[in-house]
């Protein structure tokens, strides 16, 4: 067998690879962040797998990261003893991309090179960054349990081929050596890579050398430039606010400060500690078809990097948490079984709730600004907590923010206990409106009367809005009604009122009721309507006419329930109708109520043209 070969890239990887030297030239400096984080992964791996097996370790305990430099021949080298590569692993790792995120991530580039560069730490094609500022790449590894015959030489100037060759190599670990570009002279300097490794990599575990002097050679006397500790072993008060931001853009896939951060340790019998962060912004993929693939919480056990474990440690609804969770008691070769089922991580998983829950309480007290920021970002996320979280649905619920129609246009921005603390003497519940668009939601005919009488309503216009109004039938004691649904009068003289105009008009309605056929379930008088001549009126456990139309055009199969036509005899439309003789004009308008109080709900029209050609008809009549 041949020991040299070359081979192609998967075409996805030539495409990425085109993309990411393309997009990223503007922040091309991340390519050395992405190199070392890459080390220091392989730096912890090693450390796990030396758990079970010591001896890998053995002769070179000390695990480390080297940067070094060749101003002659012009290139930059990062060098670790970690884990290595075999061949295998080296075609699997960087001949492909085996992540099923790849073509998420092809699809995903924006253009815009700010957000694409968040990307790439985000989909693991880091790697790549290399050839931003490289034309040729070189990568000699050797797994840490193989022999020294078995070496791996990887090279490729990134146009579609590389190169793989079986080499010798004394050391364990990784060598990439990267034959930098002819403008890219300003990374071959000291200053230039110390102040970058400060700059992205200051909080990365392990230490990372550089040479002293500016030749940059190895095997010349070297210093360690960054921190290299466990920055969260380290006390709060020691901790400044520019250390816990870095920290959190070290931990990958994100280069924006985060908008809060708890620190916390708890002592006693099962001591752990907890680093938690609220990203500024949603990854693009948050409410995407992904929402079991958490990631960004890391687990240590007693500083040793165990694995990504935020599917573990984390509930769905707040799988925006980034950040570290080190854990003194539990054993090293802890696997994801195990942690399904121990104690102490469901005592740790509960902390790590009240501690987000406690800084999300805390923001939207003291820094309202910046909760709107989070809220917008991450708000229809933390609605899932109401249906998924019983037992902490009354604090999910406090953080809600709605329109309204007290509020300022469509922002989303009254709480409940703004709601409540408005509600006018004598008013027992909390009302509220889903729609379709915050237009659909604030122009409901429904919400005539309420208006009339000067009742707030909350205005819902989430997807999700009517999945978790399932779970939230009260807050503090007060019930949340939905406008569209139920009986309205609201007490003993509107219920008057209305029988007597029931009473009024029940040769009209039974005229609409035998217009109408089967189409409806029953016509009847509205409490609601003011302006309006006609509403659609739900049953409680009816769905929302919008969401069962967007259900339907999903391809789910929705029951067809008949709706229930409410009128407003007092409008204009009704009198006529009471007025006109002739039964197919009658018919026309009886069917125009039905379909109008259908539209406005954001229903399915059965027939559009014949709605379009009945309402010409009267126009024109
Ligand atoms: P990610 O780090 O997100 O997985 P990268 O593109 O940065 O994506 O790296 C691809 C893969 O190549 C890594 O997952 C790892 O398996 C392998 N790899 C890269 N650099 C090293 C290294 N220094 N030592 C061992 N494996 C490495
Ligand atoms: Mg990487």
């Known amino acids: 067998m041949s020991t040299t070969e070359t081979r192609k890239f998967e075409a996805e990887v030539a495409q990425v690879l085109h993309l990411v030297t393309h997009s990223l030239y503007s922040h091309k400096e991340i390519f050395l962040r992405e190199l070392i984080s890459n080390a220091s992964d392989a730096c912890d791996k090693l450390r796990f797998e030396a758990i079970a097996k010591p001896e890998l370790l053995s002769g070179d305990a000390e695990l480390h990261i080297d940067v070094s430099w060749d101003p002659e021949a012009r290139t930059i080298s990062v060098s670790d003893n970690g884990i290595g590569m075999s061949r295998d692993e080296v075609i699997a790792n960087i001949g492909t991309i085996a992540s099923s995120g790849t073509r998420r991530f092809l699809e995903a580039m924006s253009g815009d090179q700010q957000a694409d560069a968040r990307l790439i730490g985000q989909f693991g094609v880091g790697f790549y960054a290399a050839f931003v500022v490289a034309d040729k790449v070189t990568v000699l590894t050797r797994r840490a349990d193989a022999p020294t015959a078995e070496a791996v030489k990887w090279e490729s100037d990134g146009k579609g081929e590389y190169l793989l060759e079986q080499i010798e190599r004394e050391a364990r670990g990784t060598t990439v050596v990267l034959h930098m570009k002819a403008d890219e002279d300003e990374f071959l ?47 709060k008060s020691e901790i400044s606010d520019e250390e816990y931001q870095d920290f959190y853009k070290g931990l990958g896939s994100d280069f924006n400060n985060p908008l809060a951060w708890a620190h916390n340790r708890v ?128 604090r999910i619920a406090k953080l809600l923010r709605f329109a309204s129609t007290a509020g300022e246009g469509a922002k989303q921005n009254v709480s409940l206990d703004d709601y409540i603390g408005r509600m006018k003497a004598g008013q027992e519940d909390i009302w509220l409106i889903t729609g379709e668009t915050y237009a659909a939601a604030a122009g409901s005919p429904q919400l005539e009367a309420l208006k009339a009488k000067g009742i707030e309503v909350l205005l819902l216009f989430d997807r999700i809005d009517e999945w978790m109004l399932g779970s939230l039938s009260e807050y503090e004691g007060k019930k949340l009604r939905n406008a569209a649904k139920g009986e309205l009068p609201l007490d003993e003289a509107d219920k008057k009122k209305q029988e007597e105009a029931s009473e009024a ?50 391809g789910h199969d929705m029951p067809e329930s008949k709706p229930t036509l409410e009128i407003n005899p007092q409008h204009a439309l009704l009198k006529r109708l009471e007025g006109v003789s002739d039964e197919a004009q009658a018919a026309d308008l009886a069917v125009l109520l039905l379909e109008q109080a259908e539209v406005a709900a954001g229903a399915t029209l059965d027939d559009p043209a014949a709605f379009v050609q009945r309402m010409n008809r009267l126009l024109a009549g």
């Open 505 to 554: 008009a029940k040769p009209l309605l039974e005229r609409i009721r035998t217009l109408l056929g089967d189409r409806v379930a029953d016509v009847r008088v509205s409490a609601r309507l003011v302006d309006s001549p006609s509403c659609l009126a739900l049953a409680d456990f009816d769905m929302a006419p919008h969401l069962a139309r967007l259900l339907r055009e999903a």
């Open 267 to 394: 002592e006693g019998s099962q001591a752990f500690t907890t680093l938690l962060y609220i990203p500024a912004q949603a990854p693009f993929d948050l409410m995407g078809a992904n929402r079991d693939e958490r990631k960004g919480l890391k687990l240590y056990i007693k500083r040793v990097f165990i694995m990504d474990a935020a599917q573990e440690l984390l509930p769905p609804y707040l799988r925006f948490v980034r950040g570290v969770v080190d854990a003194d008691d539990l054993p090293l070769n802890v696997s994801r079984e195990i942690l399904q089922q121990n104690r102490q991580v469901d005592r740790i998983r509960a902390s790590i709730v009240k501690r987000v829950l406690d800084l999300l309480e805390k923001m939207a007290r003291d820094e309202p600004e910046k909760f709107a920021t989070f809220y917008s970002a991450f708000g229809n996320v933390l609605k899932e907590g109401i249906v998924e979280d019983p037992s902490n649905r009354e």
């Open 189 to 235: 300097k000291n200053w230039q890579l110390r102040s970058l490794i400060r700059k992205y990599s200051e909080h990365v575990a392990f230490p990372i050398r550089l040479p002293k002097d500016d030749d940059g050679k190895p095997g010349d006397e070297v210093e360690t430039i960054n921190a290299a500790s466990a920055m969260w072993t380290r006390a």
